[in-house]
Each structure stands twice: as C-alpha cells, then as structure tokens.
C-alpha cells in the first residue's frame, strides 16, 4: 500500500518532469538547440499562476492559462534575443547566452519578488479512496491535466499545418526551408510552445506544492533535461516516459533509503545514460511525436 | 609592446582604488558593524533583523544614544554564506570605526568568521547562532539565542512527558542547525523512554514531502518532530493535510514561531505544538513597548527573530555605556551580562558566553499561537 | 603581439618583470588586511580560471564541472588535515592528486561525448557531487562543513595573517602559470590546440585524440584540486555551498570574459571579476544581474574576451574559421 502511495507521487511529479522534457525535446528537435534558461521559464510562469491565485483569486484553470501566456510570451523574447541572432554559431554560443539569462532572470526575480516562498492556496485538498488505498485529488488533477495537454500537442503536432511544419522543419530544415517553410516562424512557435508546457509545469508545482520561490527553475529545468536525454533527446514519449520514470524511481528511493538522496536519481540517469546510450532509451530513430 | 605593462597598471590601479577607500576616522557617531543576510535565502530574516534593530536603534538614538553619540548601524549583505562573512568580518575588524559587529545568521557562517574575529579581537554577537560549538570558540563570540542544548531536553520533555507520546518520528532539515537540533531532541527523548521510530531529513530547497511523509506514514508514528523553519513547516502542514494524514501531532522547535507560519500555513498549522522564547502576548513591559512599537511602525506583528535582533542591539548598547569604545572593555563588560531584561527573557552570559533561555510551550488552536496549560 | 598571444618567456622578460615586480611589493604598500583577502581570492581564481581554461580554452572541451574538482580538491585537504593531521605541504600536492583522480575517473567514459553531451554529462557529475558531499556525512560532515582546518604552514610555521597568504598564493599562481606556459608550449599543448581545431584532422596524423583530451582534463582537474586546498587552509572552514552549480558559472564566466586560449585570459578575467564585486559591494543585489549581462554582451559583442584567442567560441559560425588569426608562433614545420 505504501509502495502504491510512493508510486502515485512518483507518476506526478513525473508528469510535472515530463511536461519540462517535452519542451527540451521539441526545442532541441526543431533547431537543434539547448537552453538553459528553460527552469527560469517555469519559474516565470508559476509566479503568474500565484498571482492569479493568490492575488487576484481567480480559479485555477484561469491561472493555469495566465501561467502559459506568460510562459508564451517569455519564451517569445528568449528566442529572439538568445537564438535568432546567433543562428549560424552553432551551439554553443547560444547556451552561453541561455546560462546568462537564467543568472539575470533568477536575480530579477529575487529582486522583484523577494527570495521567501510565496504561498500558493490549496485546492482540492481532499482525498478519496482508491483499491483501499487514500489518493490526493489534486495528485489525480495534476495527472489529468498533464495528460490533457500531452493529447492537444500530440493533435497540434500531427493535425494542423504549422505542426506539419515543425516536423518537416525537425527532419531536416534546409530541406523545409527550400520548400518553402518560415523557419524562422517555425523556430520561434516551437520554443514559444515549448516555453509554455514549461509554464503550465511551473503553475502545477506552484499548486501542488504550495509554493513558488525564484530559484525553483535550478532543479526542475536540470531534471528535466535528464528526463528529455533518458527517452532520447528528440523523442516526446521518451521525454513522457523519462519523466515518470525519474519521478517513480526518486519516490521510490525516498522509501526505500533516505529521502536527502533523492535529487541523485535524476543526474545519476542523465550521467548514466549519456555515458552507455547517449542516443537516449527511445534513440534518434523514432524522431518527433 | 606595451598592452601587457598598461594591464599590469590596470590591474594595480584597480588594488590601490580599494585602499583608497580606506575610512577617514570620524569622531561623532559610534559604529556598529551588522553582519547578516539581506538577500539570498534568509533574505527575510535578515529583514526581521534590520526592522527591529531600526527600530531600537530610532528609540536609543531619540533617548540621546550613548552618552550624547549616537550610534549607527553599518549593514553588510552576507547571505549568510560563510565565504561572505568572512570577507565582511575582514572588513570589519580592519574598518576603525566599528567597535563591535552583530551577526551572522547562521552558525554556519558566524564560524567561518569566528577566527578573524578572534585574531583581531573584536565582539562578534550573534543574534541566531545556536550551534553549542559557536559560542565557546572563541573568547569573542557570543550567542543570545541559546542552543539545542537547552532546548532539545525542554521540546523531548514537552512531547514524551506532557503530551504523552512515545512514539515519535523525526523529520529535520538537513543543515548545521537541523541537525544538532535533531541530535539533542533525539538523546533527550530517548533518555526520557520514547522510541524513534524513523528519522529523515530534507534539504533547504526541498518543496516536495510527499515521498517522504509517505514513509514517515508507514512507521506509524504518534509524533512527529520537525526541526525546520517556518517556511518548510507550512508546506509539510500542507501536504500532510492533501496526502489525509490527520492521525498524528506534529511539533517543532521555537524556530517555527512566526506570524508567517498562520499566514502561509493557514489551517493546515492548527494543532502544532511549538516553543518560544519571545511571545508577544507577555504582559511584560519591556515587551509590550517592542510589540507595539513595531506593529505601529511596521504594521506587522514582531517574529522571534526580530525580537532576537533587538535584544542584541540593546544588551549592545547597554555594554557602550558601561564600558566605551574600546573592543577588549567592549567584550569584558558583555561578558559580565547578568539578567538583561530582553523581550525574548533574562539575559545571562555563561562561562561560554551562551545564554540559558527560558521557553514556552505553545500550541495552535484557530490559526493562532496560544500558551498551552502545562500539568 | 596580440594580448592573446602573450606567454612568458625568456624573451619577453622585460614585460612581465615589472609586473610581477609591483606585485611583489604591493602589499608592503597597502597593509589592509581586507585588501589583501581580495587579493587572495583573486589568486585562487587565477589558479581556478586557468585551470578551466586548460580543458575550455586550450583543448575545447567543454566542462561545465569544474566546480566539483574544486570542491574534491577542498574537502580532500581539510579531511586529510584535520582527521590525519597531514602537514600543508602534503595536503596541497594530494588534493590535487585526488582531483585528478577523479577527473581520470570521469574523463575515461565519458571524454568520446562531444558538445552539449559531454557538457551535460559534467553538469550531472557536478550536481551528483556537491549531494554525495551533502549526504556522505561520516565522511564530509555533511550541510555542517568541516571546521577547525589548520593554516597552511611550512615546517611548523604558520601563516597567520592575509600579508603572508597573498606571497603564498602568489608563488602558487606564479608556478601555475608557469607551468601551463610550459605546457601550452610544447608538444602537448599544440595537441590540445589541434584537437580543438579540428580533432578529425589531428586523429588522421595519427595523434590519440582520446589520450590527449583525457590528459587535458587530468591537468585541468589536478590545478583545480590544488586550489581547493588552499581555499581549505586560507578559509578555515568550508562547506559544501561553496561548490554548487552556481560556482561552476563564475568560473566560466570569469574565463569567457577574460578570454580563453591565452594565458593571460584567465588572469584577467579572474582579477576583474574578483574585485569588481567587492568594489561596488553596495550594488551586490544585482549582481546576478550584473554577471548574467556581462556574460550575453561577451558572447554577443567580443565573445573571445578581453585575452582571449579568437573564434573559439565563434559566433559567426564555421565558415569564420577560415579567418581565425594563427594562434601559433612558429610557423608548422
């Protein structure tokens, strides 16, 4: 019983790890790019879900959109001024500017908001019976709202015409571009989007565990880096399944040896993975959703 | 050619603007170095700190200072990292002008610069360190808060003896203070007959405790005792609400009382049982003055921490008084300190410069801090 | 001479004489301890900068871990000083020994990642690190850091006050710079740089990439290591915040803004950033803000640095290579 309680927290936290591994694998699949400003990005827009929450009162699904849009437009800003004027320069400069920016954002917002936990109000603070067994509501949300949003992208990318796009442009860009694609406008949605499942994340944190503080991005965008590597890094359901994994495996380490060795889980994988399949579990084979 | 020779100017320049900065000795205001976290994770903190310390120092300065001077507080960001305060407590003890220093937060830090204090000799007062290896380290440490040697056996008493409960679970933070603070509760409760059933800490940044109080739930515990700061204790009241564990006290040492933990905590606090030194419904006067004058200038209720802060700045200025300007009189007359009347108790310094406190037992009930009746 | 292309030598001796000369006696001039402290530190970060830019700089290697052999070197020191009463003389050769262990350790599996994996596979041993530090409290004492560190001493004498640390620092740096000089002139070192220019051409005349890189990062971790000590016995205390991620960061900001591939990069970016934080103190709330600019307008503007070789990190992409100035005297035989 105990086992299926660690197992529930581990499948949420999972899925929180999850949503911030997609955007990596849709980041890295379509301009072959890193960011390391991505945590900041989710601390962003669980600072706009606390002030829709906690300020101005309004509903959580309200929150959870005011978190996105906020997320949307950061990341607007971050491709323009990290990615697109460095577009031929490789990697490496770009991820430079990324670890820049996430210094300045980390520090604007200890300035702006002060550096203490800003408390999110509880929802859903019931629980019900499931196989004998107490479950949080708000774990079964969480879950819920997760999955939700995994199924939109997955219609995004596979259904409409700019997610047609960004598959083409994730093949093979030169080849989009001579048929015609807006790279540009192909690149810039991508990280937007992506920038907004880390938003959606940060909100969903903010909720769970009541809380939101500027330096929360540090943790969560570097697990879910080795959530986005575990599955591959160009593969949503490997970075899907990353993501649970790290997240059952952390709970199950905190049960079963010492809660203080928790964070290990996530970079020893990211260590372990790099170092025996660097092409991820799900491989560069299966490319995209 | 001359790029490299024009570098090694730039660079020397550069050294020589620091000295240049070197203080010019003024004769009328007394220094007071602070040494404390403005910004970083204990920025709030140290805030409490600089409110109440502002706060004394207007009603000192109004009443005439020290014999005509007054007294001026320097504020030097550390974050409490302990790298910090050991360059500030270089700053310090070479600035002339500060006759004795209030600081650091946490131990961790007061003992990085423990031994340039004590080489230069010069007071170093810590309102928070409660490390019982701080204040005996040097013959120029002093610490008011007292330590978790006192207060381990006091909160062992409170759970094992008054509230009856033996079997207890222990979840601490995992820093200096959480784990002395769980050391000392650990052998008291121990010594008094309980049974520790499990024993698991969390790091500062941690927010997530559903791993681990699922565990702690499988132990079956009656009791848990939670060395954290008020900060983390609201998330853990939460979560353990959220995850339908109700069947279990929770208690925490004299670091959880503070307005924000209702304020953060809300409903979710009721029930805990806690400790104070400082509890601002004491009728005393000297209280009373402090509570009031703070909430008037801040609007806001006073935390043991601020109330810490202005027993230092006191007992500090009371010492000026006594003995002058120089640092060694300065330490002898601190040393001497017999039943300073503070708003968190009498203040004596031991033979190791430590103070023994005497606390309270609290207990939440409506989302407010009450006494609660000892048998 | 480019500031980049600047070693020590014989040669140019009446360049960097007077410099160090004025080194030498400054602080006979400036006796203020808090000074000197800076000084100090600014030493340390030489070291550490320098080191970085071994694997960075010189080899391409992009380590994002550096942080951690610091940290190795540090904790090494103090355990072996303050449990086994090993003297200063033999606490700084063996933090570094140690560290460079460790980095063996770590180069060996993962040194065939190229780019962002190997960045993120430093990254990962860096976190993994500072929480086995964290935990392994029998032997780190955990988040209550070790204190009690002895001074450095030299046959029972010990340095009591920043005056003689700085001449001891000072001698380290002077040797360290030295000796990367001397490896940056050899053999060796052109390895280094041919791997970073283009490994595929340097492995197709026959050079071991692999064995070089791995003795770019031994080299990189020992110089780390050896810092870590100092720190150990300068400080006195140390705990394992000192070595988070974050450190990792100023060091590589400190070498991207003074410039990587030159010996002089290093140390310029050190000292600059070293004191600039202690002079504008007042402003050290924005100084992540301050950090994270001068980091963006580095890579934007000048992203070899005020030192540093140029097109390392290029922003103009590949087709600039063809443009990068000859980073090498002599002409290739």
């Not at chain 1, 499942?197 to 565990?209: K, S, W």
């Not at chain 3, 000083?81 to 063996?94: C, D, E, G, V």
């Not at chain 3, 100023?250 to 600039?276: C, D, E, N, Q, Y």
């Amino acid at each position: 019983m105990l086992i299926l309680g660690q197992l529930i927290n581990g499948l949420t936290q999972g899925s929180i790890y999850a949503l911030i591994a997609i955007g990596f694998v849709i980041i890295f699949g379509t301009m072959n790019l890193v960011t390391f400003a991505h945590g900041e990005v989710y601390m962003i827009g669980a600072f706009m879900g606390y002030f829709a929450l906690s300020v101005l009162h309004l509903p959580w699904y309200v929150a959870l959109m005011m978190g996105m849009g906020a997320a949307w437009v950061l990341g607007f800003f971050i491709e323009k001024v990290a990615f697109r004027p460095l577009r031929a320069a490789g990697h490496m400069p770009p991820l430079l500017i990324t670890i820049g920016l996430s210094i300045i954002l980390k520090d604007l917002a200890m300035l702006l908001f002060g550096a203490e936990n800003r408390p999110v109000p509880s929802i859903y603070g019931e629980t019900i019976e499931i196989a004998g067994f107490q479950v949080s509501l708000l774990q079964l949300l969480i879950l819920g709202i997760a999955g939700l949003l995994i199924i939109v992208l997955r219609i995004l990318i596979q259904g409409t015409k700019i997610g047609r796009a960004m598959r083409a442009t994730a093949q093979d860009h030169e080849a989009a571009y001579a048929m015609g694609v807006n790279v540009n406008r192909v690149f810039s949605v991508s990280f937007c989007l992506a920038s907004c499942l880390g938003g959606a994340a940060g909100v969903m944190v903010g909720i769970y565990y009541n809380a939101v503080y500027p330096v929360m991005g540090d943790t969560a965008g570097l697990k879910g880096f080795a959530a986005c590597i575990f599955g591959g890094l160009t593969s949503i359901p490997g970075a899907i399944l990353g993501g649970l994994i790290i997240g059952v495996v952390e709970n199950l380490t905190v049960q079963f040896i010492a809660s203080g060795y928790r964070d290990i889980v996530a970079f020893l994988v990211l260590v372990i993975v790099l170092v025996f399949r660097p092409q991820g579990i799900l491989g560069k084979k299966i490319r995209a959703v | 050619m001359g790029k490299e020779k024009i570098a090694g100017i730039v660079v020397l320049s550069f050294l020589f603007l620091l000295f240049g900065g070197a203080p010019v000795c003024s004769k009328e205001p007394i220094h007071i170095g602070v040494s404390g976290p403005l910004t970083g994770t204990y920025a709030e903190y140290g805030q409490n700190w600089k409110k109440a310390m502002d706060l004394g120092l207007e009603w000192i300065n109004a009443a005439g200072g020290v014999k005509g001077r007054p007294i001026e507080l320097i504020y030097t960001d550390t974050k409490s990292d302990p790298k910090e305060s050991a360059a500030v407590a270089h700053k310090y003890t070479t600035d002339k002008r500060i006759v004795s220093t209030i600081g650091d937060f946490t131990s961790t830090a007061c003992m990085a610069a423990q031994p340039i204090y004590d080489r230069a000799g010069m007071v170093q007062l810590s309102p928070t360190a409660s490390h019982p290896k701080f204040a005996p380290g040097s013959i120029w440490s002093f610490g008011i808060i007292g330590t978790q040697a006192g207060e381990g056996p006091f909160m062992a008493r409170y759970a094992v003896k008054q509230l009856g409960k033996k079997r207890i679970a222990v979840l601490y933070i995992n820093n200096d203070w959480g784990i002395v603070t769980k050391d000392f509760f650990i052998k008291a409760a121990k010594e008094m007959g309980a049974e520790i059933l499990a024993v698991e800490a969390f790091f500062e940044a941690d927010k997530d405790f559903t791993g681990v109080l699922t565990k702690l739930r499988g132990v079956k515990p009656e009791l848990l005792y939670i060395p954290a700061m008020y900060n983390e204790m609201s998330l853990i009241a939460k979560q353990k609400e959220k995850l339908g564990w109700m069947d279990v006290l929770v208690m925490g040492p004299g670091s959880l009382y503070s307005p924000k933990l209702l304020e953060i905590g809300g409903a979710s606090v009721n029930g805990l049982y806690t400790s104070a030194v400082f509890f601002p419904k004491d009728p005393r006067p000297e209280v009373q003055k402090f509570v009031k004058g703070f909430e008037d200038k801040y609007k806001a209720s006073p935390n043991m921490f601020a109330a810490i802060a202005y027993d230092g700045i006191n007992i500090m200025t009371e010492v000026l008084r006594k003995a002058g300007t120089d640092r060694k009189a300065i330490r002898d007359e601190l040393a001497k300190t017999k039943d300073f009347p503070g708003v968190t108790g009498k203040i004596t310094f031991t033979e190791q410069r430590d103070v023994l406190k005497d606390y309270r037992h609290l207990v939440i009930k409506n989302q407010e801090f009450t006494l609660f009746e000892t048998k | 001479m480019a500031l980049y292309n600047f070693i020590p030598r014989r040669s140019n001796l009446k360049l960097w004489l007077p410099v160090l000369g004025s080194l030498l006696i400054f602080p006979i001039f400036v006796r203020n301890e808090y000074i000197l402290n800076t000084a100090v530190f600014a030493g340390i970060y030489v070291i550490l900068v320098s080191s970085l830019n071994i694997t960075n700089g010189y080899t391409g290697l992009f380590s994002f871990g550096h942080a951690a052999f610091y940290g190795i070197g540090a904790y090494t020191a103090a355990i072996l000083a303050t449990r086994f009463n090993f003297p200063f003389l033999l606490t700084l050769p063996l933090a570094g020994i140690v560290a460079a262990i460790f980095g063996a350790a770590i180069a060996l599996p993962t040194l065939r990642l190229k780019g962002i994996f190997l960045a993120l596979v430093t990254i990962g041993f860096q976190q993994i690190t500072f929480l086995v530090i964290m935990n392994w409290i029998g032997l780190t004492r955990g988040p209550m850091g070790i204190p009690g560190i002895p001074p450095a001493s030299f046959f029972g004498y010990e340095l009591k006050s920043n005056f003689e640390y700085y001449y001891l620092i000072l001698f380290l740096v002077v040797g360290v710079l030295f000796l990367i000089s001397r490896i940056v002139d050899s053999r060796v070192g052109r390895t280094f740089v041919a791997i970073r220019e283009d490994e595929l051409a340097a492995q197709s005349i026959s050079i071991n990439t692999f064995r070089a890189k791995v003795l770019s990062f031994v080299l990189a971790t020992f110089f780390a290591g050896i810092a870590g000590a100092f720190f150990a016995h300068h400080a006195r205390f140390i705990s394992a915040d000192s070595f988070r991620l974050e450190e990792t960061f100023h060091i590589l900001t400190m070498l991207i803004v003074g410039g990587m591939g030159s010996i002089l990069g290093p140390v310029i970016g050190a000292v600059f950033l070293v004191i600039l934080p202690e002079v504008f103190r007042s402003l050290a709330e924005y100084r992540g803000i301050v950090y994270g600019l001068i980091m963006i307008a580095a890579i934007l503007f000048r992203p070899e640095g005020i030192a540093g070789v140029p097109g390392i990190i290029s922003t103009r992409g590949i087709l600039s290579r063809a443009e990068r100035p000859q980073v090498a005297e002599e002409p290739a035989p």
